[in-house]
């Protein structure tokens, strides 16, 4: 049955860090502004690698610093920014994140139940589907693509597992002063599959020349500590490396998914930046091609997709808008979460468009920052107080903690 949940996390201005399981050895705080190395040293650790230029030959892993801020953690901080200073950023990228109706599954004992296929329904529609993580949790959407949609929350239901639930669900509103989830108590599926999907879409554009080498590094650093890890999870790993314009050496490349993590950190050794010709990339045909040509496996318990860029997509193209919305819906329906990584740019519209992704597939979102030296200026993001980590311990932090 439907009910109106409160959940642990804080809900007035400024929002703290949106996730506080980091270790002092990985995390400088953000929140006066002053960032600080482990244990107070100014050096992060290598040779920083200058600020970029070329293809930085020689990268290091550990070097790049990153920071996490999750908007679903952090709703009314996020309907500030789209009914303040950025509301046209609600629908710039065709993807509207007003209407959001949280969903949690637990058993009869009140413990997640994940990997359940959940449908937001009126009449014979179905306004957006997805899957229950690993915390038994799912975000529904109205009106993603038509903000003009007349429909109302209240004429409409809850499917999970294909039985529908009593009792019209309720709305978590931008400027509600508490979180609305709607929960329900859902038996469990009789068992779960212990595969988990990892892909990293990289843009390997020329613009991307100043980070490439670290990126390269962090991620091949990245798959070696996902192989070590003490789980009882089958790890496939993949990726899809992406650039632009038509005379470049290639609009799309992929490795598939492999339980050999070498065989995906050889292919990721082997690229470079190169291309692009104007700012805008083809993002679309990136996401397009992660969906079709890597295999995802239906049943995984926990599938990422972590988007690696920092340039938007063409925005201005004839059905460019039309393909993002239909990927993002198509990631969401089959529970994969997209956690964007934004590289060095000055375009807040990419920022947006990145966040927005990670909103509404349930992903989170992860920004560069200068504290490194590494590559051109980042922007600063439009954020609450963050931490500061090593860009591939985070990353290894995410996987493990979607997986758990």
Not at 193 to 201: K, M, Q
Not at 323 to 347: D, R, T
Request: glycine share 10%.
């Amino acid at each position: 049955m439907a009910a109106l949940g409160l959940v642990a996390l804080a809900c007035s201005r400024p929002v703290i860090e949106a996730d506080k399981s980091i270790s002092d050895e990985a995390a400088y705080d953000k929140s006066d502004g002053s960032p600080m190395a482990p244990g107070g040293a100014d050096d992060y650790g290598g040779d920083s690698g200058g600020s970029g230029g070329g293809q930085g030959v020689g990268g290091e892993a550990g070097v790049i610093t990153a920071a996490e801020w999750n908007d679903l953690l952090n709703w009314d901080f996020w309907g500030g920014l789209m009914t303040g200073e950025y509301s046209g950023m609600n629908t710039y990228w065709g993807l509207s994140t007003s209407k959001r109706v949280a969903v949690k599954a637990v058993d009869s004992e009140g413990n997640p139940v994940p990997c359940l296929p959940v449908k937001l329904l009126s009449g014979d529609k179905c306004h957006w589907q997805a899957v229950t993580d690993n915390k038994g949790e799912a975000n529904l959407w109205l009106a993603v693509t038509n903000i003009q949609e007349t429909v109302s929350v209240a004429d409409c239901r809850i499917e999970i597992n294909g039985v529908e639930q009593s009792d019209a669900p309720l709305l978590w509103a931008w400027d509600a002063k508490e979180p609305v989830v709607n929960e329900y108590t859902i038996a469990p599926n009789a068992s779960l599959s212990n595969t988990v999907d990892v892909a990293f879409i990289v843009d390997a554009t020329g613009s991307m020349g100043d980070e490439i080498a670290f990126l390269k590094s962090d991620l091949q650093s990245i798959l070696e500590k996902v192989s070590q890890m003490e789980t009882d999870r089958t790890v496939f790993t993949g990726t899809v490396f992406y650039r632009d314009a038509d005379g470049d050496e290639y609009l799309t490349r992929y490795s598939p998914f492999t339980t050999d993590i070498s065989s995906t950190m050889a292919f990721i050794g082997q690229q470079y930046a190169d291309g692009g010709g104007d700012t805008p990339e083809a993002v679309h045909t990136a996401l397009e091609a992660a969906l079709t040509d890597l295999q995802w496996h239906s049943s995984a318990y926990s599938k990422m997709a972590f988007l690696i860029l920092d340039a938007p997509a063409h925005v201005d193209h004839v059905g460019v808008i039309a393909s993002l919305q239909n990927s993002i819906a198509e990631f969401a329906a089959k529970g994969i979460k997209v956690i964007p990584v934004f590289c060095s740019s000055y375009e807040k519209e990419c920022e947006f468009m990145c966040r927005q992704f990670a909103i509404l597939t349930g992903g989170t979102y992860v920004f560069l920052t200068n504290d490194s030296g590494v590559g051109g200026d980042h922007i600063e993001a439009t954020v609450g107080s963050y931490q500061v980590e090593h860009l591939n311990t985070l990353i290894v932090r995410l996987i493990t903690k979607y997986i758990q």
